[in-house]
């Protein structure tokens, strides 16, 4: 098993700042792609940006220019740094990874999800 613990959120004002992490931990993994999601209330998850092992990022255009996905390999954390944050930024932001476990000669790859962290952005 994995499990992601994310940290970071809060309130802010329009055009403030926030960075989350997410730290994953567990036994004989490894981790492929990461990233961050969001669900507003009322609304479906969307993916706000991903960032692959070789550290690669790919974004939601709603978020391009403003937020930043950066990960330490060595500490298997993902971050995000959020700058000029909108009212429309609020949600419920969740970190998941995609990750290799191998445990004798079985092999799974899966996604995990952390438990999500509030963002609230205020006009």
């Known amino acids: 098993q994995v499990q992601l613990v994310e940290s970071g959120g809060g309130s802010v004002q329009a055009g403030g700042s926030l960075r989350l992490s997410c730290a994953a931990s567990?036994?004989?993994?490894?981790?492929?792609?990461m990233g961050w999601s969001r669900q507003a209330p009322g609304k479906q998850r969307e993916s706000v940006a991903i960032i692959t092992s070789s550290g690669s990022a790919n974004y939601a255009d709603s978020v391009k220019g403003r937020f930043t996905i950066s990960r330490d390999n060595a500490d298997n954390t993902v971050y995000l740094q959020m700058n000029s944050l909108k009212p429309e930024d609020t949600a419920a932001y969740y970190c998941?990874?995609?990750?290799?476990?191998?445990?004798?000669?079985?092999?799974?790859?899966?996604?995990?999800w952390g438990q999500g962290t509030q963002v609230t952005v205020s006009s």
């Open positions: 567990g036994r004989r993994f490894s981790i492929n792609d």
């Open positions: 998941y990874a995609n990750v290799t476990i191998r445990v004798l000669t079985t092999t799974i790859i899966g996604d995990y």
